[in-house]
């Protein structure tokens, strides 16, 4: 039976001489949808289904796989990625941390990933840090004591910027910005 929902494209793979395979983020969570005839130009999806995008999307299930029906409306969040080189390292670091952390699916996250990903930050690794923290938040895995506790202030000063452009201004040397994403990284490991 065909479903609708959204789903927003972390990687894009060939299945085959005329199949795309795409590693998505969506109502399920992370999984693998099949586009039959994915290459085939007269068809016209390879343009939908850069990496970056989020498609809303009839499918159906057939066990553990799913299987693209039609493409209803398309966001080309793929296209800021073409800003500038900056700006497609900063959208493949925030998909890179949803493809290796976000496993179950969640509304509120979902839009804080699309809310990250229309971004282009000056001040990437700040940002980047503060998209993890609220991510250990959503999932109510946020404890201070997971940072050393000269690195806490940096934290809560990080998590207690309301602007965007406060954020942009916060300067944090590179060393304790390691220290920190090291931090998150190892707690996110023995959690989950």
Do not use: C
Request: overall charge positive.
């Amino acid at each position: 039976m065909p479903t609708k929902g959204k789903f927003l494209i972390i990687r894009r793979f060939r299945a085959g001489d005329k199949d795309l395979m795409l590693k998505v983020y969506g109502p399920n969570g992370l999984m693998k949808l099949f586009v039959p005839d994915g290459l085939l130009p007269e068809e016209g999806f390879l343009g939908f289904t850069e990496p970056f995008n989020l498609l809303h999307a009839v499918y159906r299930q057939s066990g553990d796989t799913v299987i693209l029906r039609d493409i209803l409306k398309v966001e080309f969040f793929s296209y800021l990625s073409i800003k500038s080189y900056s700006a497609y390292l900063w959208m493949a670091s925030v998909m890179g941390f949803v493809e290796r952390w976000f496993f179950q699916y969640d509304p509120e996250l979902f839009d804080t990933v699309l809310r990250y990903l229309s971004l282009v930050p000056n001040n990437q690794n700040v940002l980047l840090l503060r998209f993890k923290l609220e991510f250990l938040r959503s999932m109510g895995l946020y404890k201070e004591e997971v940072f050393a506790e000269r690195l806490r202030p940096i934290v809560r000063r990080i998590l207690g910027e309301d602007s965007y452009k406060g954020l942009e201004r916060l300067r944090v040397s590179r060393g304790l910005l390691l220290k920190l994403d090291n931090a998150i990284e190892s707690h996110l490991s023995a959690s989950l």
